[in-house]
């Protein structure tokens, strides 16, 4: 049996509905003529899911993600996806320090709150 949802306060949606205008309003102002990319990218930054975005060269994707990491102060990498990138360029791996006889983990750049992949076509299946 699942518990009720507890029920939300009406000072919790407005501050919601403020925050989302508030990135709303920033995507705006770096990103011209682009809402419905705006719209998919807050609902996509909403619902903790992921957005894979397909266009032609030079609509702002790049930029559109670079705005919305720093609207929301998180990190922002962006991944050039070529023939020869392996996975762990991409999570990352464990280097052997010598000076302390131990493995330190260096974190790949998917770590970021915003992470762009560019031209994913363009790497190996085993990296897709």
Do not use: W
């Not at 949606?13 to 403020?18: D, K, P, S, V």
């Not at 609902?43 to 992921?50: C, D, P, Q, V």
């Amino acid at each position: 049996m699942t518990a009720a949802p507890m029920p939300r306060e009406p000072d919790d949606a407005r501050e919601a509905q403020r925050i989302v205008a508030a990135l709303a309003d920033a995507f705006s102002a770096k990103v011209v003529g682009q809402e419905h990319l705006r719209e998919t990218l807050l609902i996509g930054l909403l619902t903790g899911g992921h957005i894979l975005l397909e266009s032609v060269p030079g609509l702002a994707k790049t930029t559109a993600a670079r705005v919305i990491a720093e609207a929301i102060d998180g990190q922002f990498r962006r991944i050039q996806c070529t023939p020869d990138l392996l996975p762990s360029d991409i999570i990352g791996t464990q280097i052997y320090d010598a000076t302390t006889t131990s493995f330190v983990t260096q974190l790949g750049p998917v770590h970021a709150n915003v992470v762009l992949l560019d031209e994913i076509n363009r790497s190996s299946a085993k990296t897709q």
